[in-house]
């Protein structure tokens, strides 16, 4: 959540709302298999008081999407848990990414306001130092004459 408050009827794709047939029904998976799916920790639905499950659409897609890894892919079920914990973890990577990446971003613009700052409280009547270039040229310096001499 970006912290302001949501409306608690809103609707969202982690909202928790279908029963295990509705969800078996909306994969294409019998119940039996959401079941088995919950045990491996494959998909974990929120649980109602009762204890019953309660799929969001998020868990609805998770559950298409372990079906097609395992049939069209062949991958066994440990492999397809392994690729939900990286793809979780990658996508929490990503989101830290992003934080880093805003605060880096808040801590330059403040160091270049900080500069301006600085450059703007220096003294006018200074004139800056330019680097006199050194030469082999030879001044001779002759005293002026003294008057009546």
Do not use: C, F
Not at 104 to 111: K, L, N, Q, R, Y
């Amino acid at each position: 959540m970006d912290g302001r408050r949501r409306n608690p009827y809103e609707l969202t794709d982690e909202t928790p709302v279908y029963v295990i047939s509705v969800a078996a029904q909306l994969s294409g998976l019998h119940p039996q298999t959401l079941r088995q799916y919950d045990r491996l920790g494959l998909v974990s639905p929120d649980r109602t008081a009762g204890r019953g499950r309660r799929y969001s659409a998020r868990d609805i897609e998770l559950l298409r999407q372990v079906q097609q890894l395992s049939q069209d892919e062949g991958i066994n079920l440990a492999g397809i848990k392994r690729i939900i914990e990286l793809e979780n973890q990658v996508a929490a990577l990503q989101s830290r990414i992003s934080e880093l990446s805003a605060a880096v971003e808040g801590a330059a613009a403040a160091m270049r306001q900080r500069e301006a700052q600085v450059h703007a409280s220096y003294r006018r009547d200074l004139v800056p130092y330019t680097d006199v270039q050194q030469t082999s040229a030879l001044v001779v310096w002759r005293p002026a004459p003294k008057r009546g001499e």
